[in-house]
């Protein structure tokens, strides 16, 4: 991640904030007036010594340029990644630079400066988070970006959807344990869109990363589980999602521009937390081009691959960012004949 935000600040695509910009709510808003133009970086934010960075990955053209490809080629190039991962290099500790400093006694609120976003958020927020989790049968790992609500010194409610992470903790749920996990945060533009890949169950979206570098990703054991993150990462936040242990968690402002409910959702329990000498601080303002890009480019990856298995004269598709990058589908084809163009669209639902 520093490499990269050395780059955008030598290419003038790094603002500086005033220093002291408040965590509740101000921060965001600042973030959001440069959304897609530049990133912004945030010294002392409410009077903390570590600083927040925000929009590194928020334009299109920013992820290619990581990629080392012109934007025409940025879905064939992740595509490849999916397809011929490289599996991880692990490291000792004592190279990770994510394990520089551990933090046993420690209170989250106050050890991290961590956003309020939207107005109605029901707490701050850790939204560019890697959660990263071993498969309880398996020990193959997933990770995803999950929404987590700080409650407590060491407690976090994190929202799971009916994926990968939700099985393997329902796996381990039923045996009656907690499912160690590791919430990554600070890792470079690759990383994170790798996280973000349409994979199948016991495909590690680390080891896409490091196809999408062009070497095996470094790896590191964390502290207190078999979890491996990282070892370039800026923090790590190692814990335990509880079994039978469920707290509210939200409302807050997501992605459609609108808020989720408050619900019941499962826990957290801190056991430690690793970082860098002098680390920084990365959030996603919610909706914001950063949060869209990172979710809707490995689905477009994902949608281009499976059309153009079906239809030889699709060319492109783009999520338009009108629909969250979700929910508007745009496909260019070289029209040959009539009623091909529904062809494809029928397939895209497909």
């Known amino acids: 991640m520093r490499s990269w935000l050395r780059h955008l600040a030598g290419t003038g695509r790094l603002e500086v904030a005033r220093a002291g910009i408040s965590l509740e709510f101000e921060l965001a808003a600042v973030a959001s007036r440069l959304d897609g133009s530049k990133a912004c970086w945030f010294p002392r934010p409410g009077g903390h010594t570590i600083p927040v960075v925000a929009g590194f990955t928020a334009h299109r053209g920013w992820m290619a340029e990581a990629m080392g490809v012109d934007e025409s080629g940025l879905l064939v190039r992740f595509r490849q990644a999916v397809e011929q991962p490289l599996k991880c290099k692990e490291v000792p500790g004592a190279e990770a630079p994510v394990q520089r400093v551990v933090q046993r006694e420690l209170d989250i609120r106050t050890l991290l400066p961590i956003p309020r976003h939207n107005e109605h958020d029901s707490a701050p927020y850790i939204t560019a988070g890697l959660v990263i989790a071993r498969n309880p049968k398996t020990g193959i790992q997933n990770v995803s970006i999950n929404r987590i609500q700080v409650n407590a010194a060491r407690r976090m409610a994190i929202l799971m959807l009916p994926r990968h992470l939700m099985a393997f903790y329902r796996n381990a749920e039923a045996q009656g344990e ?3 996990v590791a919430v990554v945060i600070g890792v470079d533009p690759l990383t994170l869109l790798a996280s973000q890949a349409v994979l199948p169950v016991d495909t590690d979206e680390l080891e896409i990363a490091g196809a999408l570098h062009g070497r095996p990703l470094p790896v590191v054991k964390c502290v207190s589980s078999e979890v491996r993150v990282p070892a370039e990462a800026e923090i790590v936040i190692e814990g335990r999602i509880l079994p039978g242990v469920r707290e509210l968690e939200g409302p807050f402002g997501e992605f ?95």
């Open 178 to 180: 907690a499912l160690s």
């Open 256 to 350: 459609p521009k609108y808020y989720s409910p408050q619900d019941q959702r499962e826990v957290i329990e801190i056991d430690c937390v690793t970082h860098r000498e002098r680390p920084i601080y990365h959030t996603i303002i919610p909706a914001g081009m950063e949060h869209l890009l990172l979710g809707g480019i490995p689905r477009e990856a994902t949608l281009l691959a499976h059309l153009q298995r079906s239809f030889t004269n699709v060319i492109d598709v783009r999520l338009a960012a009108g629909g969250v990058c979700r929910y508007h589908l745009y496909v260019q084809i070289a029209k040959k004949s009539e009623g091909e163009a529904k062809n494809v669209i029928l397939g895209a639902f497909g």
